[in-house]
């Protein structure tokens, strides 16, 4: 997501920074001069910090299961009651047969907020378990989904990108097919093919051995299927920057194939693949809700944000908060996260034009 | 036996016998209410031109092959039988009575021999004459098909064993003799069967013409015998129903229907169907109000509004082959870690009764059984004590709600008493055959029955006999082997009359399996409602054990 921002973020010229400074003129480091350029934009750090409190929020999920909501994100509490403002009420409405008169059941009691000592604060969902519990453990595994996916979609992307793009003719040829016929299906349909069919049996073959309802199984999916979207890119980089002298001179001074790859042109790509890397959290943390929403990704009972959404989903009349609490998460997350990666790019390199495409 | 469960969803069949009843109302303008919701065969003097449902989606539309109760609820006015259910609600509509028999048959005093005589005059919608041997073809057909129901017929002579039909399909079944001159039809069966009249009324029975290609032929629909005939079908979309033009009142045992016609607009989700309905845009909708709307549907249009529980038993399949289960305190101890009342209560919005009995409520043989109470602390110590604790439990169930929750909750119950359990939701296109093949090994599973006819041979024999067990295709999912309870139950099989000393029997096998030997945790027999528009008279409803709303009996305001 591109946002508009009025800061400025135009290149430090040597006598502005030395104005600046106050003194002479020293040589800075582009990793400084990024990050002088991304503390003068609040709006990024602003939504940098709120991503930080989302994250904490979450790890503390165990804490506050325990010793504030008093349950577990999978535990049911159908049938029970408990104690708000003095008096008793039932986690989920009892509905049945009374003699002849039927009586409609099974509303989930609504947010609670402080006023039950901690328990119920977002609510409870049909089978009595406690929202925010799950909204918390959801998110953990939202993010550990979505940043996982991120760290090895990247580094798959950036291997092969580096490989591609250093030693061309037939090997960048095999590479870029390959990036291309991931590229050629809709990234979802394909992430939902494959999470429909490794949710079922897991994953059992080439010595490794995947359960059913491990989450790696969303993870790598992700991974999977946004590999070009980094790879493409960073791929015509590295064909760009391979002609240059400094990769000539390397080469002309005995370098090897590993060490131009990695010493001279990853740096050179670093503040790329930052930019991707953040940006693609975001993108895999919807792809995850989808794939969750749709029962191909994070199994039940395990919640996510997006299991959550679709539980939610039956009970939108009677029940809002189920589905929109969520998305409210998802929807701050995914801002926060674009927000900042892009200010993060505009640090690094304000010329760029790094954006994840599909 | 090969069977199927008839649909894992209620809510959708009802719907469509909705449809079916208004359907069957028939031509003419408003008419009078009926006095009650009670027999009506032949006109009724209620008919009305059109009746506009929102229905499931069928499986079929071919005789020989639908097994669901969308389709059954549609079409049991359209292909027929020798037998057939009287159109009546309450415990009357689970009595057989002749529809293309001329009468009841002459069975021989062995049980063995059947001989039926069909009506005078028998013609189908496209008006050729009703052959006897047209039964034997439907029959032969099923078999050349692979129909879900050729299971039920392998009691006939020169169905079974090598040589036999169902193996060859070359030939004819040699235990089906008819006589196209003189109307007969003698059916010969290897062993006495108490339910094979009850088989001779299923959908796999209805006659078509000899002839009738054996594929399916939902889309191009087979010549009818009843009231009504398909006009169209479009799958996934809508149908048609109209007056079978050579009908003549020739079943004078089942109503020649309300409707001159039944339009039907396929929906299967139940919020949109509701919202059909509620707009005004049809008169009827078969899936099951939503548990979100049903406050809504109570307050606002309660008098468009039935709510009924039918022949159908929710049930925990725990697999009695394999250990933790194999334990019978392991077993009991599920018993106890669950509160039925809270599963109908939470998860399906009240609608439904608790239930230990296997079988429902409502049958002669039924005896209540009220053998265990929600207790965790019990069902813990029992666990300890079976020396299972820590053990792992594979729980399948389907990935939709409200199934899916019921096998969540399933799991938390477990993990609570010190099990382990892993949890697989499968999509109800593959759920069944998973559990039911053993290379699965599930170990407790989500399931249920809808009956496919009134008779306890279709619960016990069908789903809890150690003989039926099967590698494949296993309707005996917690393979249940309790060989003196089999026993009985074959012996009770070749009951032909149900007495109240044979009614007995059944109810001590029901005890025995779900009580003394803890085979099986029932905890619902689940209800459902029918929604209907403003423009339905409500006073015409009527409800079938069997073949649920009965839109043949509708009638308009």
């Given at each position: ?42 709006v ?89 519990v ?30 591609a ?5 037939w ?73 240059k ?73 009677t ?30 390199d ?9 | ?15 469509l ?34 009746l ?24 049991n ?24 028999a ?103 029975s ?48 089942m ?21 059909q ?145 892993k ?62 309870v ?40 689940k ?12 006073s ?15 009638c308009?305001?």
């Amino acid at each position: 997501m591109a946002t508009e921002s009025t800061t400025d973020f135009s290149l430090d010229s040597a006598a502005a920074l030395a104005a600046d400074e106050g003194g002479a003129i020293e040589g800075k480091s582009p990793w400084l001069l990024a990050w002088r350029r991304l503390r003068r934009n609040y709006v990024a750090l602003g939504f940098l910090a709120l991503f930080v409190v989302i994250v904490v929020m979450c790890l503390l999920a165990g804490p506050y299961a325990h010793h504030v909501a008093g349950t577990g994100p999978n535990d049911n509490h159908l049938g029970e009651t408990f104690t708000r403002d003095g008096k008793q009420v039932e986690v989920v409405s009892k509905g049945g047969f009374t003699g002849g008169t039927f009586k409609a059941g099974g509303i989930p009691v609504g947010p609670q907020l402080w006023h039950a000592g901690g328990k119920y604060v977002f609510g409870a969902d049909t089978q009595g378990r406690d929202v925010a519990v799950r909204l918390l453990y959801g998110g953990l595994n939202s993010l550990k989904v979505g940043i996982g996916s991120a760290l090895i979609c990247t580094l798959f992307a950036l291997v092969l990108a580096l490989i591609a793009g250093y030693y061309g003719g037939w090997v960048d040829w095999v590479i870029a097919r390959f990036f291309d016929l991931i590229w050629a299906f809709p990234v979802l349909l394909l992430a939902i093919a494959l999470g429909t069919a490794l949710s079922i049996n897991g994953f059992h073959h080439f010595g490794i051995s995947i359960q059913s309802g491990s989450l790696w199984i969303p993870t790598l999916v992700i991974s999977y299927v946004l590999i070009p979207y980094i790879g493409r890119p960073l791929r015509g980089q590295i064909l760009s920057l391979r002609e240059k002298e400094f990769i000539e001179a390397a080469t002309a001074q005995g370098a090897g194939g590993v060490r131009v790859m990695f010493s001279e042109l990853l740096p050179n790509i670093a503040s790329s693949v930052l930019v991707f890397f953040a940006l693609i959290i975001a993108n895999n943390i919807l792809t995850e809700a989808g794939l969750s929403f749709l029962g191909a990704g994070v199994q039940p009972p395990n919640p996510s944000w997006g299991t959550l959404i679709a539980d939610g989903q039956s009970r939108i009349q009677t029940a809002p908060w189920l589905a929109i609490i969520p998305g409210i998460a998802i929807v701050l997350t995914v801002l926060a996260l674009n927000i900042f990666g892009d200010g993060l790019r505009d640090a690094l390199d304000p010329r760029a034009k790094v954006r994840i495409e599909h | 036996m090969k069977r199927r469960l008839k649909l894992l969803r209620p809510v959708g069949a009802v719907a469509l016998l909705a449809a079916l009843a208004l359907l069957a109302a028939g031509c003419g303008g408003g008419g009078k209410k009926s006095s009650s919701g009670g027999s009506n065969a032949g006109s009724s003097g209620k008919t009305y031109p059109l009746l506009r449902v929102v229905w499931d989606a069928p499986d079929y539309m071919d005789p020989a092959l639908y097994y669901t109760v969308a389709a059954y609820q549609l079409t049991n006015y359209v292909w027929t039988g020798l037998m057939g259910y009287k159109h009546e609600s309450g415990p009357a509509g689970a009595q057989l009575v002749p529809y293309l028999a001329a009468s009841e048959p002459t069975i021989s005093a062995d049980g063995k021999d059947y001989k039926f005589t069909l009506r005078k005059g028998l013609k189908y919608s496209d008006g050729t004459a009703v052959k006897a041997s047209d039964f034997r073809y439907a029959i032969e057909r099923d078999f050349k098909m692979d129909s879900p129901g050729v299971g039920f017929y392998s009691d006939i002579q020169g169905v079974s064993g090598a040589s036999g039909f169902a193996t060859t399909k070359k030939g004819h079944i040699s235990g089906i003799i008819p006589d196209d001159s003189a109307g007969t039809i003698e059916i010969k069966l290897d062993n006495p069967r108490g339910d094979f009249l009850y088989i001779l009324a299923l959908e796999f029975s209805d006659f078509v013409p000899s002839g009738t290609p054996a594929s399916d032929q939902s889309t191009k629909p087979i010549p009818a015998t009843g009231p009504y005939m398909v006009q169209s079908y479009t799958p996934s979309r809508s149908f048609t129903i109209v007056r079978n033009p050579h009908y003549n009142n020739q079943i004078p045992t089942m109503p020649s229907g309300n409707p001159d016609k039944v339009v039907g607009k396929i929906i299967t989700d139940p919020v949109a169907a509701y919202q059909q309905v509620v707009s005004g845009q049809s008169d009827y909708e078969f899936q099951p109000v939503p548990n979100d709307r049903l406050p809504e549907a109570q307050s606002k249009y309660k008098d468009q509004l039935r709510i009924y529980t039918n022949a159908n038993t929710y049930y925990f399949a725990l697999n009695n082959a394999i250990p933790p289960f194999n334990n019978i305190k392991a077993r009991k101890a599920v018993q106890y870690a669950l509160d039925p009342n809270a599963i109908i209560s939470g998860i399906y919005g009240g609608l439904g009764r608790p239930t230990q009995n296997f079988l429902p409520p409502g049958y002669p043989q039924y005896k209540k059984i009220n053998a265990w109470s929600f207790d965790l602390a019990k069902a813990k110590q029992l666990v300890q004590q079976s020396g299972t604790n820590g053990q792992s439990v594979d729980v399948y169930g389907p990935n939709e709600d409200p199934s899916k929750s019921t096998t969540e909750y399933l799991a938390n119950q477990l993990t609570k008493i010190g099990y382990k359990p892993k949890l697989h939701l499968l999509s109800h296109q593959v759920y069944f055959q998973t559990i039911g093949n053993q290379a699965t090994k599930a170990q407790a599973m989500f399931t249920d029955w809808y009956q496919d006819y009134p008779h306890p041979l279709d619960w016990f024999d069908v789903l809890l006999n150690g003989q039926r067990i099967t590698k494949t295709h296993n309707n005996n999912v917690g393979n249940v082997k309790v060989p003196a309870v089999d026993k009985e139950i074959d012996a009770l099989a070749k009951e032909p009359q149900v007495t109240p000393a044979v009614n007995d029997r059944w109810a001590k096998v029901d005890r025995d399996l779900m009580v003394t030997y803890a085979t099986t945790v029932p905890y619902m027999n689940k209800s459902s409602t029918d929604f209907f528009g403003p423009k339905i008279d409500m006073s015409c409803y009527t409800f079938g054990v069997v073949t649920y709303w009965d839109y043949g009996l509708s009638c308009m305001k």
